[in-house]
């Protein structure tokens, strides 16, 4: 079974602060991944990676940032936050893109004040 | 526009009751994947499909891209299935990403 590891678990940050959320999966997957899930509603994806040191935007990237050091790690990086990016943000990897399954992480709950 | 749509939005059901839920493509994707997410949040894997049917249990998953649809039947339902289900679609050749359904709400009642 893949494994893929988000932290923090939650976090508070302040309105205009900065924000990383941290990725790591010990599958030797290619592909990478950020969704965004807001309250009552489906996942968006915000940025993917399918190789190191190269990320591609989503359907939804402004505000954000990403970055791919290595293959097993992938971190999403709100420079200044906003209100409006509270939500749940999901990590996940897939061995081929839209050919195999995607794990996700648990999430991490950010709350924006 | 939306690509993927759920239906229905939610669902209530009586335990040992069945349904089957619905994913409808308004364009071609190469595959589906469904998932669970339960009470505590988390995206369980149910089913990955690039075409014909699944099973696993009381769970029975279908995928027509011909007619750009999918479905997951759920039988003798128990408690612990209540939950979101989300379909997600693949899309084609070259593109890299799954979108998801809004989901459909579960809540199996004893």
């Known amino acids: 079974e893949a494994a893929v590891t988000q932290s923090p678990r939650s976090k508070v940050a302040v309105t205009g602060g900065k924000v990383t959320l941290s990725c790591h999966q010990t599958?030797?997957?290619?592909?990478m991944y950020w969704y965004r899930q807001d309250t009552g509603h489906g996942l968006r994806l915000i940025h993917y990676?399918?190789?190191?040191?190269?990320?591609e935007k989503g359907d939804i990237p402004d505000g954000y940032k990403a970055s791919r050091p290595s293959q097993e790690n992938f971190s999403l990086i709100l420079e200044l936050a906003s209100l409006s990016q509270t939500a749940v943000y999901f990590c996940?990897?897939?061995?081929?893109?839209?050919?195999?399954?995607?794990?996700f992480g648990s999430g991490t709950r950010l709350t924006v004040l | 526009g939306d690509q993927v749509e759920q239906s229905p939005s939610a669902l209530s059901l009586h335990e040992g009751t069945g349904s089957a839920l619905r994913c409808n493509f308004t364009?071609?994707?190469?595959?589906v994947q469904w998932f669970q997410q339960n009470s505590r949040g988390s995206l369980i894997n149910l089913f990955y499909?690039?075409?014909g049917t699944k099973e696993n249990g009381r769970l029975k998953s279908t995928f027509n891209s011909k007619e750009s649809y999918s479905t997951l039947h759920i039988r003798d339902a128990q408690l612990e299935d209540s939950g979101t289900y989300f379909c997600?679609?693949?899309?084609?050749?070259?593109?890299?990403?799954?979108?998801f359904g809004a989901g459909t709400r579960l809540k199996v009642i004893a």
């Open positions: 996940a990897s897939s061995g081929r893109a839209s050919a195999e399954t995607l794990y």
């Open positions: 997600a679609a693949g899309l084609g050749t070259g593109n890299y990403k799954y979108v």
């Open positions: 499909l690039a075409s």
């Open positions: 364009t071609t994707m190469r595959a």
């Open positions: 990676s399918y190789v190191a040191d190269s990320t």
């Open positions: 599958n030797n997957h290619d592909y």
